[in-house]
């Protein structure tokens, strides 16, 4: 175990200085400058480094950290359900501007996001506006009347919910299909239009990056997807985004199965001469579906045209949000003692299917990533080679989740003294419920950038350089490669050389040099207001020559004089939360972790992926920060404490 000071720099942006040499300043007549030969200097200057250690650096120095996934009124849903800001607001608020929050509150972000997705569903654009008017047209229909009288009720919520079992089920009346699927409507192609000149507006080259974007949301559960939403994202402005409309998923118009995005994408780069992407959202409530082996739609193993078009559009997956964490399960990793993170294992989207242990190899990342291993052997491409980021699936226009300034998934479970203990969904027939504790402050998008602009965070997104985090801002790096020593973990600036001999997360190695085994430069620096760390992890998965799949944790540096006991597992760190008090203090963990580290059971003949978790110690739970401000006593299932942690992309080994 070894914990050193790397210089900031290496992960925090600094000028680039102009090379000119220092000496070509005009020489003065009381001075003897002007003696230099300038131009026998110049032959001389070149073949040497420069003085300045920054010079001609190309590689981003710091991690931008945004949500790819806000939705405002602008989405049904979130519309139903209270929310009254919109993508404007959204962008102010991502910017670090403080508003008013559908509830009334004030609020705002400790600090301003670097940039931000306003990612409303396809599905619905321009509807909720006319159903809040009371649009005649609209009302004409009794269900849809029915929906209105009960907003105006105060029950925005259970509409909201409705809303999403109607489209799961195919069943959404014939106007909402009409007026809301159908992007040739005038309201539809107006609400499309005020989603990208909001961005338009908001984007700030070098300060703030506003993406267009949106939701593409297959939910239909008559069509046996259950959820496959993802978030479409462009690198485009506004001129090339407005020239195709979204994709819905309701047919004649629309889709909902995932080869006719990829199909939609294809045809819209090829009209546009483009750019988009499309993360695909947690799979941890599409019950066995949003990782395949099998599809949905056809009944059949997934083949290469599938893993090709995959691959080439989905780069990166969204491991950690509002609905749970989507890294691992108990379930599938009994030996990962931090793998229970706050768990939603209940049910489908709608808690109209409940969770079955057969389907949770098909919704967490890291059972994704091992079998695209397998998938990889048989198909020749590897369909879930996907990065990481985080988001939050905010329904509020607020991208607040840090722990003590948590605004929750939707307008009524902004901060209220019972929005805790209120059952935030619930299905009687099948005795399923998730309770308002269980959502979670969850997550942000880190990406490694050379500057702050569309093009650079989405040429990042690209090449998968990005992590997740469950909210902190820490500065987390990882690079592998095949000759890196322990003394590179001394350099101030880890960054130089991890570039120089390595590949950064999301990168590929192969070929393992005859009698090597890949090594590891590691690094994270705590968040500057936030908590100290634990520990940085690597996890491994690996397919052998049998091909069965396996995966191990190892704990690589950690905070502290702490050794593994006998079973190989680290003590915990400790715990300073004062629950009561919904406060902490740093007197344990590491501000700084860093090391080189070499697989031990590396075998070349054998296809690999490592990725790096970062833990921080103990924090209060946004509970805790609730309970202390309405002065609640909370039931015992309530967890008061948290350690939150980042994913970072893998880095993937092919013989």
């Known amino acids: 175990m070894k914990q050193l000071h790397f210089m900031k720099a290496a992960i925090i ?60 009124s602008y989405s049904l849903d979130a519309g139903a359900a209270g929310a009254r800001l919109g993508p404007v607001e959204a962008l102010r608020f991502g910017r670090g501007e403080e508003v ?21 569903h396809s599905d619905g654009f321009g509807l909720f506006p006319r159903l809040a008017s009371g649009d005649p047209e609209l009302l004409a229909d009794p269900q849809i009347r029915k929906w209105y009288d009960m907003m105006q009720a105060g029950k925005g919520m259970e509409v909201a919910y409705e809303i999403v079992q109607g489209q799961s089920s195919g ?29 338009e507006e908001a984007n700030d080259p ?14 239909f559960g008559g069509d046996g997807t259950g959820n496959l939403h993802r978030n479409v994202i462009y690198r485009d402005n506004g001129d090339k985004a407005s020239q195709v409309d979204p994709l819905t998923t309701a047919k004649p118009w629309g889709s909902p199965d995932p080869r006719d995005l990829w199909k939609w994408m294809a045809a819209y780069e090829e009209k546009t001469h483009g750019q988009i992407l499309a993360i695909a959202h947690n799979g941890n409530l599409s019950n066995g579906r949003m990782f395949p082996i099998i599809e949905s739609f056809t009944g059949k193993r997934i083949d ?32 990962d003692e931090f793998a229970n993170y706050e768990t939603w294992d209940t ?89 308002g504790w269980e959502q979670t402050a969850s997550g942000y998008a880190a990406v490694w950038a050379t500057e702050n602009t569309r093009e650079a965070i989405f040429d990042a997104m690209e090449r998968r350089e990005t992590y997740a985090t469950t909210g902190p801002r820490m500065f987390v790096r990882f690079f592998g490669g095949w000759d890196f020593e322990e003394q590179d973990a001394n350099n101030r600036m880890p960054a130089n050389v991890g570039y120089a001999k390595g590949v950064p997360m999301g990168g590929d190695l192969s070929n393992a040099p005859k009698g090597k085994a890949p090594t590891f430069l590691v690094a994270a620096l705590k968040d500057p207001i936030g908590a100290n760390l634990d520990r940085y992890q690597i996890v491994k998965g690996w397919m052998d020559v049998k091909g069965e799949l396996h995966e191990k944790v190892y704990d690589v540096v950690w905070s502290g004089d702490r050794k593994p006991g006998k079973d190989g597992k680290l003590p915990p760190v400790g715990n300073t939360v004062d629950v009561k008090e919904a406060t902490w203090t740093n007197t344990i963990g590491a501000t700084e972790l860093i090391k080189v580290w070499k697989d031990p059971d590396f075998a070349p003949e054998q296809k690999a992926f490592y990725y790096g978790r970062v833990i921080e110690i103990p924090t209060p739970r946004w509970t805790a920060y609730d309970a202390k401000y309405f002065g609640l006593q909370l039931p015992p299932e309530v967890p008061m404490t948290t350690q939150e942690r980042a994913y970072t992309s893998p880095i993937w080994y092919t013989p």
Request: glycine share 6%; net charge negative.
């Open 13 to 72: 942006s600094a000028a680039i200085l102009v090379t000119l040499p220092v000496f070509a300043a005009a020489p003065t007549a009381d001075s003897d400058i002007g003696n230099i030969d300038m131009q026998a200097l110049a032959k001389i200057l070149p073949s040497k480094a420069p003085y300045s250690p920054y010079a001609g650096r190309n590689y981003p120095t710091r991690p931008l950290f945004g949500d790819t996934h806000t939705h405002t």
């Open 100 to 120: 008013t929050a559908s509830s009334g509150q004030r609020v705002k972000l400790s600090r301003p996001l670097d940039f931000m997705v306003v990612a409303d």
């Open 171 to 199: 069943n959404l009346p014939k106007p909402f299909v009409v007026e809301g699927f159908d992007s040739s409507r005038p309201g539809y192609r107006s609400a499309w239009n005020e989603v990208i000149k909001a961005a």
């Open 206 to 219: 070098g300060r703030f990056t506003a993406f267009i974007g949106w939701e593409w949301t297959s939910n």
């Open 304 to 335: 290469r045209e599938y893993a090709e078009s995959r691959a080439r559009w989905e780069p990166l997956i969204e491991a950690t949000q509002i609905k749970g964490d989507g890294e691992a399960h108990p379930f599938l990793s009994p030996n």
């Open 347 to 435: 049910g489908n989207l709608d808690i109209s299917e409940a969770k079955k242990p057969e389907m949770l190899e098909f919704e967490y990342a890291r059972s994704a990533l091992k079998n695209g291993l397998k998938m990889e052997a048989e198909l020749g491409i590897n369909p879930y080679k996907f990065g990481m980021v985080g988001s939050t699936d905010a329904h509020t226009a607020l991208a607040a989740i840090e722990e003590d300034n948590f605004f929750g998934k939707i307008s009524t479970a902004e901060p209220n003294e019972g929005r805790a203990t209120h059952t935030f969904m619930e299905n009687p027939k099948l005795n399923l419920k998730i309770m």
